[in-house]
């Protein structure tokens, strides 16, 4: 997998942008990737030094509109912790 591949999208959320301030930022990768992977992708499209990655697995819920049930999409969300020395990642923080 290509690093576009593995960042999916980054996740803007109050709890986000107030990690942002500690070289944490937060993003949406692919299912199958793992924390070697996503550290590769992101150094690579961001040009920093990566830390450490923490992931998370969520499950799509039940979801009901009328008498039709439908399940929203499972996904990986990923926190990444830059090191000190890293710049901080010019996207996000044009947004705070």
Avoid: H, W
Wanted: glycine residues 4%; positive net charge; charged residues 30%.
């Amino acid at each position: 997998m290509s690093a576009q591949d593995i960042i999916i999208k980054p996740v803007l959320t109050e709890k986000s942008y107030a990690d942002i301030a500690a070289k944490k930022y937060y993003f949406i990768v692919a299912k199958g990737a793992n924390k070697t992977e996503i550290k590769r992708a992101v150094e690579e499209l961001f040009e920093v030094k990566v830390a450490s990655v923490n992931t998370c697995n969520y499950d799509g819920k039940l979801k009901r509109m009328g008498r039709n049930e439908g399940m929203t999409p499972s996904y990986k969300k990923a926190i990444v912790q830059l090191t000190k020395e890293s710049k901080p990642i010019a996207f996000f923080e044009s947004l705070s």
